[in-house]
């Protein structure tokens, strides 16, 4: 079993910088793909970005293309997402996932509420 834990989280003005990280309670971190999705209140959870095993491949969301930026540093068991340029519409609460490429979600952290004001 994977523990995820989320911080970073808070309340930002549009066009600051927030980021969150998310630390893996066991070793086998280094051996999943992971992930960032985010539930914005009435929607559905979405994949914000993911992050191959090396770091050798990332995938985002066309929402923040060239805004956020997803990176792991295996050896402290550590994913980052790294939030610029913040809009009202990335208002969510961010979860951290863990799994393979094509379901980056097999394990969940509790989330972190990111809130962004205009």
């Known amino acids: 079993q994977v523990q995820l834990v989320e911080s970073g989280g808070g309340l930002v003005q549009a066009g600051g910088s927030l980021r969150l990280s998310c630390a893996a309670s066991?070793?086998?971190?280094?051996?999943?793909?992971m992930g960032w999705y985010r539930q914005a209140p009435g929607n559905e959870r979405e994949l914000v970005a993911k992050?191959?095993?090396?770091?050798?491949?990332?995938n985002y969301a066309d929402s923040v293309k060239g805004r956020f930026t997803i990176s792991r540093d295996n050896a402290k068991n550590t994913v980052y997402l790294q939030m610029n340029s913040l809009k009202p519409e990335d208002t969510a609460v961010y979860y951290c996932?863990?799994?393979?490429?094509?379901?980056?979600?097999?394990?969940w952290g509790q989330g972190t509420q990111v809130t962004v004001s205009s």
């Open positions: 066991r070793n086998i971190f280094r051996n999943y793909v």
């Open positions: 996932t863990a799994g393979n490429w094509l379901l980056p979600n097999a394990y």
């Open positions: 992050i191959s095993t090396s770091s050798g491949t990332t």
